[in-house]
């Protein structure tokens, strides 16, 4: 049986002077937002292949965290996060930031813990059907694994059009590691006043829940289940040194459940189009897909383990799920973006181009392109099994 290399990127974004921390894409425009160690925030245009704006938003000392965008905030806006210890809102006015944020949150918190916005379901995750007629390869993480065979292609029939539904009305709140280390915390972006704390501190100073001893929060994903309806059922999930921990913000002092799949700590976690599993990448040589499950109504809820797979090279900074829920995503420190069957938990290909460690990646929402940073100071496209229209 015939078998191909790995795809070349389709693009390679020249322009930041220092390592690019974070890539994603805007909500409904092919737009790309993508933020430097050096404080600056670059918007590409994903079609022209070619820098719309640039912007210094934080200091070059500090640099940019995370930038992030979602259709519950809005198309027209974007936020960052700095290592100084601040969250900037910004609004994108023809093509560009603007001058000046509209809301600044002053966190207090420096570390790189990456914020989270709130995630809600995807119509097409719900409805898609599995790609059963992927053809599954040994995953064999060198620089010589080759792609699926050509009769791979025949995948793509099966694959649907992935747009997420937009939101436009949706709780504008950001998931930041706290002022310590080990707690996370809640704010509004329209207000920017803290609205809750995990674990919830309880009168004393105190809280029911111990945190401190699993070490410094290393990502967070916030979400809404499905079943959920308005405020009180916004459910949100901690990752900590090695552990995961799944809290329900109506419950803020006791979580739903928490593991430990990882021995290294989780350094990034990803949930999938439906909210009810995700990814999570660590420090060491796993890569763990899991499912969630949260009986409405209860306070319990499981975490298992759907997929382990083993890495030869440790080191996950980045990890992401397609919208439709079928292709799942991991950027390592061997340089590499490995692509995975996200239901069946098989390797599908590995991704050469960076010449340094891959920071993030990051998929379009009209599931058609992947972007990938490095600190090589680069960001690649690729497109790989885009969805076709059934006709």
Known sequence: MSKRPPPDPVAVLRGHRASVSDVCFHPSNPILFTGSSDGELRIWDAVQHRTISSSWVHSAAHGVVCVAASPIIGDNKLVSQGRDGTVKYWDIKDGGLSRSPSL??????????????????????????????YHDMDFKGTVNA????????????????????????????VAIAGEQSSEVEIWDLNTAERIAQLPQKCIGGSSNYCT????????????LPSESQGFLNKRFLIYEDGTMVWWDIRNPGVPITSVKFHLEPILSICIDGSCSGGISGAADKKVVIFSLDNPMGRVYGSCIVKKEICLEQPGVSGTSVRSDSKIAATAGWDHRIRIFNYRKGSALAILKYHRAMCNAVSFSPDCKLIASSSEDSTVALWELYPPQCRT
Do not use: W
């Not at 600044?104 to 995750?125: D, R």
């Not at 065979?149 to 099966?158: I, L, R, T």
């Open 146 to 173: 080759e792609m699926m065979s050509d009769s791979s292609g025949k995948a793509q029939e099966n694959l649907t059009e992935c747009s997420d539904v937009a939101h436009p009305e949706g709780p504008k709140y």
């Open 212 to 223: 401190k001893s699993r070490g410094m929060c290393m990502a967070v994903q916030a979400f």
């Open 104 to 133: 600044t949150i002053k966190t207090n918190s420096y570390h790189f813990c990456k914020l989270s916005l709130m995630k809600k379901p995807c119509a097409s995750a719900r409805q898609a059907e599995g790609p059963e007629h």
